[in-house]
């Protein structure tokens, strides 16, 4: 199974990219498919999980590396995937606040970024609102945000992995 997963540079990179585009693809699925609206938060889980795809492809198509330019992209790809999953357990905490507790909502995203400074629309987009705090669809029990936190995790676990076993091949 180690030979399978960390055989080579472009393998891992090929799988962290693979990851990221299930991860996409199911969320576009959710929300036209299953129409469930994003919050805040879930757009913002969807631009790192973007951009851990995008430094993975990079990392792909960027062959023939030395260990240092790999060891790189995939920190860059855990930060990606590590603020990801920070956000997801931001959400997952304002999920299991009692309904008094509850931030109030905040305007569309699309009103935020008009009317509000940088730094004030970084901070109300971190912090999260009303929106953010309602579960929209489970499995097993488990909210949008869990599996995001589960995916992320994983994928982190991965690369941190990766970083030490591709060593050992090359």
């Not at 472009?10 to 962290?16: D, E, I, P, S």
């Not at 669809?137 to 941190?160: D, M, R």
Request: charged share 10%.
């Amino acid at each position: 199974m180690n030979t399978l997963l960390f055989k080579n540079k472009n393998r891992v990179f090929f799988l962290g990219t693979l990851s990221a585009l299930v991860l996409i693809v199911t969320a576009y699925y959710m929300e036209i498919g299953l129409n469930l609206k994003p919050c805040i938060l879930c757009h913002l889980q969807r631009i790192c999980v973007f951009l851990l795809g995008l430094t993975a492809l990079a990392g792909l198509l960027h062959r023939n590396t030395s260990y240092i330019r790999f060891v790189s992209y995939i920190s860059v790809c855990i930060f990606f995937s590590v603020s990801g999953a920070l956000l997801a357990i931001r959400q997952l905490y304002l999920q299991s606040l009692p309904p008094d507790l509850i931030p109030s909502c905040a305007g569309d995203l699309s009103y935020l970024i008009e009317t509000l400074p940088i730094t004030d629309l970084l901070v109300t987009v971190i912090k999260g609102d009303g929106n953010c705090a309602e579960v929209a669809w489970e499995f097993i029990g488990i909210s949008i945000p869990g599996w995001a936190l589960i995916a992320l995790s994983a994928i982190t676990v991965y690369f941190l992995i990766s970083i030490k076993k591709i060593k050992t091949y090359l």
